[in-house]
């Protein structure tokens, strides 16, 4: 079972600037995918940005360039950071850290497992 602990959420001044990191442990293998998602009140859970294993990051629409995803995967810390600036009061949301990979088992089947940080606080107000 891999733990995600997230760290850097709290409370800002709209346009200023939060970090937001992500540990996976154990940290024995690498993972595929490495992200954030984040769900506001009353609105469902929606991409902010996630990271492949080779460095290739998606991010969701509203990001708009305001967003930086990036990821340590030096001995496989498996550690993603998601730099967010400019924020505005629309950011206000729990912030969930996601990793998912896909591997074969010892009999050669394909398999897959993902899972979900407890989430971290991230408001935006003056």
């Known amino acids: 079972q891999v733990q995600l602990v997230e760290s850097g959420g709290g409370l800002v001044q709209p346009g200023g600037s939060l970090r937001l990191s992500c540990a996976a442990s154990?940290?024995?293998?690498?993972?595929?995918?490495m992200g954030w998602y984040r769900q506001a009140p009353g609105k469902q859970r929606e991409l902010v940005a996630v990271i492949t294993d080779g460095g290739t990051p998606k991010y969701g629409d509203f990001v708009k360039g305001r967003f930086t995803i990036s990821r340590d995967r030096d001995n496989a810390k498996n550690t993603v950071y998601l730099q967010m600036n400019s924020l505005s009061p629309e950011d206000t949301a729990v912030y969930y850290c996601?990793?998912?990979?896909?591997?074969?088992?010892?009999?050669?089947?394909?398999?897959?497992?993902?899972?979900w940080g407890e989430g971290t606080q991230v408001t935006v107000s003056s």
């Open positions: 154990p940290t024995i293998f690498s993972i595929n995918t």
């Open positions: 996601h990793a998912e990979s896909s591997y074969y088992t010892v009999r050669g089947t394909p398999d897959s497992w993902e899972s």
